[in-house]
Every structure is written in C-alpha cells, then in structure tokens.
C-alpha cells in the first residue's frame, strides 16, 4: 500500500493554504469496509481532477463516550490510513474527538471546522450521517449549511449486501465475535487483520519447538478465542501459519494475547510491526492437561491449517 499524507488537524487553526479547497469524507471508518470503499470510490469520482480528502476521528468516538466498552476496533489507525489511502484518496485529516469538537453544533461543525478550519470545497457522506452536538445535524442540515459556505455536499446511498442488508462494522465484530472470520472477510473486503509490534514471551511454544510471534490485542476486537489458520504480513512478504488467539489456560495466562507460529520461518521478528489475518476458525480454545497434551494438540492443528491453506489459498 501506498504512504498517506495523514494530518493531525488541530481544532483551532486553519490548515496551510495547500491542503486547502479538497473535497473531503468525512466519518470514523472502522474497518473500512466494503460500504466505506464505496464513500471513498464515489469521493475520488466526483471530485474529477480536484484534490481530495478523508475526514476520520482519533479516538473512536465510542471510546470517549463509552470509556469502558469492551475493545471493539476493526483497525488501527495506521490500517486505516493506508486503506483510504489506496483507494485515491490524496489527505486524510485526523480530527482530534475532545470535547471542543463533539460539543459543536451542527453549524459551527460546518462553518468553523469544516469551512473556516480545513477549508474544504465539498462534503461527501452516507445518507445516514448524523453530526454535531447530539447528532443533531443530518443531511439534509448539512447540505443547507454546506451551501451557506459555498460548499458542496454529497450524501451517498448505501449499497448493499445479498439480501438487503447494508454493510456494518458492528456485523463483522459480531462475525468475529462468534468464530466466523470468513464472514467478516466478506464484508471487509479482505481479511481482519491484527496489527502490532512483536512481544517478548515466555518462550513456553520456543521450548515444545514450535516458536511463536506474540503480538497484544491492544483495542481491537477480540475474535473468538481459539485456533485460526492465518497469514503473516511481516513487512516484504506473506508467511502462512497457525495462531492461538486468547489467554491460553494451559500455561496459565491470563491477558488475551495473539500468537502466531509462522510456517517454514526461521527468522527473529522481535520488535518489528507485523500484522496477522485471521484466515480460518479451526477450534475453540482449550485447556490440556500438560505440554505433552498440548504440543501433540498444536501438531494436529497445524496440519489441519497447513490442509485448509493449501486447498483454499494455495499457501
């Protein structure tokens, strides 16, 4: 993928002149999904040969208003930025979500952080877009101040999925939540994906001879605990493998953890940023009664992985 030009917009200045006048779409994106691509595809097209703009929010406006919900995120923002960025979108701009932003009104979001602010030419959004302190603003509001600025404003119909239904992160977390990441797959338009650096362990899986990359869950979702059949991006290349998602109670953990045990891979990826698709559920996980168990257990899954790769994937 592609380097993005990603700008941290601050709230209370206006951007330099030449980030200026872009047609710009705006909402948080989570996942990215095929819906979003949609937004993002349709903004490129409209604006012609005009620069253009993604409008996303850090954090995630759930994670402010509901500080203790369980971790939810479909994607990181370094994913994020660089799906948006691959589907053309020129800049995007990350808006701090504090409480000088959230507590606008729809018309000073407009005016001020959208007209005066970041100086867009235009706005292109779902046709469901709420904005504004309470969600107050909707399209419609939008349009008309939108046009009080010499703006344009786009408000895109969803397309939808076989049998009518529209594409929805909260679906793909539910899909993930219950084992099913070939279903979340579907409405992504790629596989979930879990992004981050690699952890020092405790060598346990290293000493029964199938060494592990062990990466936190941090804020992303957490899939069902088990078994996946997966594929490594670690940087240059794609390395197929099995990996444990979970606490794994044989040897007494206790944070979710995810580790990934890369096929035919020899090399040492501690501290480097590598990021795991969870391809295929292959078990639930399980506690055994002892490394002999557990070891025989991880053999037979690999097999079970490396067989699902090959006839699915090719790998």
Request: aromatic content about 6%.
């Amino acid at each position: 993928m592609s380097t993005p030009t990603v700008i941290r917009a601050p709230l209370h200045c206006d951007v330099a002149p030449a980030l200026r006048d872009r047609l710009a779409v705006i909402g948080n994106m989570d996942g990215v999904h095929l819906g979003h691509q949609v937004l993002l595809d349709e903004t490129v097209r409209l604006a012609g040969e005009r620069p253009t703009a993604a409008i996303v929010f850090e954090p995630h406006p759930r994670r402010v208003f509901a500080p203790e919900s369980a971790p939810f995120l479909l994607t990181d923002l370094t994913t994020k930025t660089e799906i948006i960025s691959a589907h053309g979108i020129d800049t995007i701009f990350v808006l701090p979500f504090i409480d000088d932003l959230y507590r606008q009104t729809p018309e000073k979001f407009v005016q001020q952080t959208l007209g005066q602010r970041l100086g867009l030419a235009g706005i292109v959004t779902g046709s469901d877009f709420q904005f504004g302190k309470g969600r107050a603003g909707d399209v419609y509001a939008l349009k008309g101040l939108a046009e009080q600025m010499g703006m344009e404003a786009h408000a895109i119909t969803p397309i939808l999925k076989d049998g009518g239904d529209k594409y929805s992160s909260s679906a793909i977390r539910q899909a993930l939540r219950e084992g099913r990441p070939e279903d979340a797959a579907q409405q992504l338009g790629r596989p979930f994906g879990i992004r981050g650096d690699v952890i020092e362990g405790r060598k346990l899986a290293r000493n029964l001879g199938v060494p592990t990359a062990n990466v936190a869950l941090a804020d992303y979702v957490r899939p069902l605990f088990g078994v996946y059949a997966i594929n490594v991006d670690i940087g240059d290349r794609h390395v197929p493998g099995i990996a444990n998602v979970g606490i794994r109670p044989t040897v007494d953990g206790t944070a979710p953890l995810l580790e990934a045990h890369l096929f035919d891979f020899d090399g040492d990826l501690y501290g480097q940023t590598i990021r795991v698709d969870l391809l295929h559920f292959i078990r639930p996980e399980q506690k055994f009664d002892g490394l002999d168990a557990l070891k025989a257990q991880i053999s037979k899954d690999s097999g079970i992985a490396r067989d699902w790769l090959s006839e699915n994937l090719g790998l």
